[in-house]
C-alpha cells in the first residue's frame, strides 16, 4: 500500500475507492452536524449552545456536505468509476488523466467545505444560498461559491468522461439494450450534470460577485431581482435530486435483479420511458421550489402539472423494480435488505410528495418540517441505503474480502427504525405547522415531545449506520476471502477477479448474442 | 392476442375519459370566480358560511382527499411488493433462478402505456382539484381591509389604511377578509399563519400578497417566519388578535386617534 500510488493513480476503481473515502468522511461530518442538531433541538430554548449562528452554521454544513460532499460524489463519483467500465468490460475510462484530475479537485472541494468549521465568520447560508441574505451577511458566502464551483467542475469533466466511455468504450456485441440500468441510469444523471451544473456554477458566482465585488444582480434597490437568483438555483438543483435518484435507482436494480435472479421487469419502459421521461420532463419542474416566493401564478400552475407528471417516469421505474421479484428466487443478504428497504422508504417519500406538487396545499406545507421529512425520505435516506446497499454489495468485488452478515443485518434493522421514528413524526409534526430552520421553537412548543422522539430516533439511526461503516473496515481488514463472484451475478463486473487488476481483465471480455446482464435462465 | 389488445384499448379508454372528466370538469368551475356558487357545490364551503368563500377549510378538505388518495396507492404497492417478497422467496429444493417470462412487445407496451395513463389521470385529477384552491388562495373578496406588511429582521411591521401601525400584532375584525401586502426592508422573509394555511415570501422589490379570513373572535394565532432570514430567524415571530368587528372598530379609531395626536 503505497499512498503516492494512490494519489497519482489513473485506475479508475482506485480512483472510485478514493471518491468512496472521501465522500465516506463527508458523509460522518455531516451526520455529526446533524446529531448535533437533533441534540439541540431535543429541548426547548438553548440546549448546547446559546449561540444560534453555530446551529445555523450545522444546517448549512449538514446540507450542503451531505449533497454535494457526500450523496452526488459517492453515486456519480464512486460507483459510476469502479462499476462503469467493470459493466462495459472496458480496460479503464476514456481519459484516465482526466478522472484523477476530477477526485483531486473532488478532495480541494471537500476541504473547502471543511474549511467551514476552521475559519472566523463561516457560511450560514443554508445550502440554498439565497440572496439577499447571502449578500448581507457577515458569515462567509465566498467559501460556500467556491466550493459549488470546484465540486461542480470536478462533476462536469466527470461527466464528459463517462459519456465519451459508455458511448465508444463497451465490449464487442455490447449493445445499447444490454446495457445494465446502472450504467443507463448514470448515462442520464451525467446528462443533466453537464446541462444543469453550469446554471448552479452562474448563481453561486452572481452572489458572490454581488457580495463582494458590488455588482447588483439581486439588489433590487439598484436594478436587480431577488427570485432571478432562485430560479437559477433549482433550474439546478431540482434537476440534482435526479442526478441523486437515477444512480441510486440504478444500484437498486442491479441489486434487486441479482438477489431475485431475475430479469429486469420491462427493461425498454425502465430505461426509455423511466429514465428518459425523467431527462425530459426534469427542466421544467424547478418552480415547484418556488410556489409561496412570489413566483407568477400562471407559471405556478404550470409546474403544477409538470411536477405531478414526474409520477409517471418514476413510477414506470418503480413498476420495473418491484416487477423484478415477480417470479424470482428471492434471497435476502445484506445488500438486498437495503434494497428492499429503499423500496419502501422511496414509496413513503414519493407519495409525500405529491402533496408539494400542489401549490395550494404547498401555501401551507412548504418550508416546514413535513418538506423536511419528504425530502429526507426521498432523497436523503432512500439514496443513503441505496449507497449503503452498494457498497455492501460490491464489497466483496472491491476488498476481495466478505463483510460480516449477521453485523450487516443488524446495522440495517437499526438503521431502519431510527429512519422511520425520526422523518415519520418529522412530517406528522410539519402538517400541524412546525417551520424549518428554527433553532429555537419557543413558540411551538407544543411540538418539544415529538422533538425528543426525533432525537432519539437520531441517536438510533447514527448508531446503525456507525454499525455498518465499523463492519465495512473490520471486513475490508480481515474478512473471509469473498471468491470471484459471491452473489452468482450475471453482470459483466463479477467476470473478473476480486480485486480486479490494472485493466480489469487479461484479454478484453466479449459477450454473446443471447447474453445480457439479467438473463439467469439462459444460464 | 387480439382479444388483449381490445382489452387494453377498452381499459386506455376510460383512463382517457376520467382524465377528460377531471381536468375539464373541475377546470370549468375553476374558471368561475371562487366566491360564485360553483365551489360551493365542491363543499369546500362551510355551511351557512355567507359570501366569502374561505380556503383554509378547502385545505383541509383538498389534503384530505390527497392523503387518502396517496395513502390507496401506498398500501397498494407496499402490499404487493411484501408479497412477492414473501411469494418468490428462494426455498430449500426451489429454483435456484427466476423464471419471469420475457414480455412479448405487446405486453412490454401494454406495461408502459396503461400504468402511464392511469398515473395521468391520478395526477390530472388531483391538479384539477388543486387548481380550484389556488384559485380560492389568490382570489380576494372585495369586501377586505387591506393592510401593508413590510417585514424585517426580525419583526413583522403592519401598516393600517388609517396610519395605525403595529408591530407583531396584526389585529383584525373576525368575519372579514384580511388581505396583507407585503414587501421587506432588507432580506427574505415568509408571513406564515399555520392556523390559516397560509404563508408567502416578502421581499425587496417586489410585492407580494396573501390573504386569511378570521372567523372568531377573542382567538389569537401564531404568526411565524417561514423563510431561513438570519441569525435570529426563529424568534421572528408575531400573534395575530382575533377581535368582534365592534371591538375592533373601537381600537381602529382610538388608535387613528393616538396616530393623529403624536404627528
Known sequence: MNLKEWIFTTDHKRVGVLYLIGSMAAFIVAGIMAMLMRVELSTLGPTITSNP????????????????GFQIPALTGFFANYCIPLMIGAKDVAFPRVNA???????????????????????????????????ITAGNTALYSFTVLILGFASIIGGVNFLTTIAYMRAPGLTWNKLNIFVWCTLGAFVLQLIFVPVLGTAVTLISMDKYLGTTFFDPARGGDVLTYQNLFWFYSHPAVYVIFLPFFGVLFEIVAT??????????????????GIILLSGVVWVHHLYVSGMIDWIRIGQMVTTLMISVPVGLMLIGLVGTLYKGSITFETPMLYALGVLFLFLIGGLTGIPLALPSLTLHLSETYYVVGHFHYVMAVAGTFSIFAGVYYWFPKITGRMYNEFWGKLGFWVTFVGTNIVFWTMMDIGVKGMPRRYYDYSHFSQFEGAHQ?????????????????????????????????????????????????????????????????YAYDRR | MNRILKHWAATALIAVSNVAMAAGGDG???????????IAKLQYLHKGEARIADPAPGWDYLWKEVLIDITVIGILFALMTAFFIWRYRRV?????????????????????????????ADDLFLAANGWVLWNKFRDVPADRLEIHLESGMYSWDYTYPNGVQTQNELVVPAGKAILLRMTSRDTLHSHFIPDFRVKEDSMPGRTTFLWF???????????????????????????????????????????AAAAKRSS
Open chain 2, 92 to 120: 430449500p429444493g426451489g429454483p435456484q433462478v427466476g423464471s419471469a417470462p420475457k414480455l412479448s412487445p405487446a405486453a412490454a407496451i401494454g406495461w408502459a402505456v396503461i400504468p402511464a395513463f392511469v398515473f395521468l
Open chain 1, 53 to 68: 449562528s453555530s446551529y445555523n452554521v450545522w444546517l448549512y454544513a449538514h446540507g450542503a456536505v451531505m449533497i454535494l
Open chain 1, 259 to 276: 438477489f431475485a435472479k431475475n430479469r429486469v421487469f420491462n427493461y425498454n419502459a425502465v430505461v426509455y420511458g423511466g429514465i428518459g
Open chain 1, 453 to 517: 422522539l426525533m432525537t432519539i430516533g437520531a441517536a438510533i439511526l447514527g448508531v446503525g449506520f456507525a454499525i455498518a461503516l465499523v463492519n465495512w473496515i473490520v471486513g475490508a481488514m480481515k474478512g473471509a476471502p469473498a471468491g470471484d463472484n459471491p452473489w452468482q451475478s450475471m453482470s459483466l463486473e463479477w467476470t473478473t477477479v476480486s480485486p480486479p487488476p490494472h485493466g480489469n481483465w487479461p484479454s478484453p471480455p466479449s459477450v454473446s448474442a443471447e447474453w445480457t446482464p
Open chain 1, 101 to 135: 484530475l476530477s477526485v483531486w479537485l473532488f478532495y480541494v472541494g471537500i476541504i473547502l467545505a471543511l474549511l467551514t468549521f476552521f475559519i472566523p465568520d463561516p457560511p450560514d447560508v443554508m445550502w440554498t444560498g439565497y440572496p439577499p441574505y447571502s449578500t
Open chain 2, 213 to 255: 379570513l378570521p372567523r372568531e373572535a377573542g382567538k389569537e394565532h401564531v404568526v411565524t417566519c417561514a423563510e431561513y432570514c438570519g441569525v435570529m430567524h426563529s424568534y421572528m415571530a408575531g400573534r395575530i388578535i382575533v377581535k368582534t368587528p365592534e371591538e375592533f372598530k373601537q381600537w381602529y379609531e382610538a388608535g
Open chain 2, 28 to 38: 370549468q368551475s375553476s374558471g368561475q370566480t371562487p366566491a360564485s356558487g360553483n
